[in-house]
């Protein structure tokens, strides 16, 4: 005859399986709800942008590069991980401000470039063409051309 205690690991265990279930199915189902990861294919070459941007007085650098020891490997090497980043300049002049921008839910990092455009224009209106601004445009990990995962 078992006892108690047998009946109480018995639960406990069910317990612990019924909280690890629903989250282990839950996570991939949800992580593919939400996000929508995309990269570069079809999208305009960095120098067919920087040739338009130019012409308007902005350049575009590619700022790709591949981490050997990211975020939260203690210092390690790990597999490298290839980062995705592009600024966007004035072609002549220095920088006085940056503005750092992420893309959102299935959007890259180049998505912005409009917007900056923009922005950088207005700016030099408002104030009387004294102002440059620079734009750092960033892609999350597993969009655009950066590796990973959301």
Request: hydrophobic share 35%.
């Amino acid at each position: 005859k078992r006892g108690p205690s047998f009946h109480h690991s018995i639960l406990k265990t069910l317990g612990r399986i019924g909280r690890w279930f629903p989250r282990s199915l839950a996570s991939p189902i949800q992580n593919a709800l939400i996000y929508q990861p995309r990269n570069y294919d079809g999208y305009a070459s960095v120098d067919y942008l920087d040739g338009l941007f130019r012409s308007i007085g902005m350049q575009i650098h590619n700022m790709s590069y591949t981490d050997a020891k990211p975020p939260g490997s203690g210092g390690r090497a790990v597999r490298a991980v290839q980062r995705c980043a592009y600024k966007l300049t004035p072609a002549k002049g220095k920088v006085d401000a940056w503005w750092v921008m992420f893309g959102g839910n299935a959007m890259l990092a180049l998505d912005w470039v409009n917007f900056a455009n923009a922005m950088a224009q207005e700016s030099k209106k408002y104030n009387g063409g004294a102002m440059n601004i620079g734009f750092l445009l960033v892609d999350y990990p597993g969009y655009g051309g950066t590796h990973g995962r959301p």
